[in-house]
């Protein structure tokens, strides 16, 4: 059973572990950008205290990369921005050059010509035995319905009506 959530509630998962008839349980890990998934974990037991679920290890021919604002890898343990690299990887956005430059960059861990990464705006960590952990975004992206939602654009775009002098988007669960 392949499950995904960055930020996947540990109590839901220990229900399908105790109560559920999965031989194996994945929690998997991927945006769009890099076609399906890129991190996976197999999930044995989560622990009463546990607060989050290990995303995992990258598939085989994936790279995955912990980064400062400097694109120096951080040390285990320590907060870095996600960055993902080899096969699966987009190409970039249809008809969106900005972005496509802003979120995919050269690779400057590979030898490859035109080797690029993907810029996830999420932020991780390495465990002490390998796995990565989601620990939440960069920016104020959110998902509703698993669809990506820009605060900052809504705010934009209802600001831009005549009658709206200031705008303010906040996700909530009511």
Excluded: M
């Excluded at 907060?79 to 249809?94: E, K, M, S, T, V």
């Excluded at 939440?136 to 654009?153: L, Y």
């Amino acid at each position: 059973l392949l499950f995904g959530g960055e930020a996947v509630e540990p109590k839901w998962v220990r229900e399908v572990l105790e109560k559920g008839r999965a031989e194996r349980l994945l929690h998997v890990y991927g945006p769009t950008e890099t076609t399906t998934f890129a991190i996976w974990h197999e999930v044995t037991s989560v622990g009463e205290q546990a607060q989050l679920v290990p995303i995992g290890r990258p598939l085989t021919n994936v790279q995955i990369y912990l980064l400062d604002g400097h694109l120096r890898p951080v040390p285990v343990g320590v907060a870095g921005g996600l960055y993902i690299g080899g096969c699966g990887l987009a190409r970039g956005y249809l008809d969106q050059p900005a972005l496509t430059a802003e979120r995919f960059i050269p690779d400057p861990f590979s030898s490859e010509p035109g080797a690029r990464l993907y810029k996830s705006g999420d932020l991780a960590r390495f465990l002490p035995d390998g796995c990565v952990e989601f620990l939440g975004r960069s920016d104020q992206q959110v998902k509703i319905r698993g669809f990506r939602v820009e605060p900052g654009e809504v705010e934009a775009l209802l600001s831009s009506h005549q009658h709206v002098a200031q705008a303010a988007v906040v996700a909530r669960e009511d």
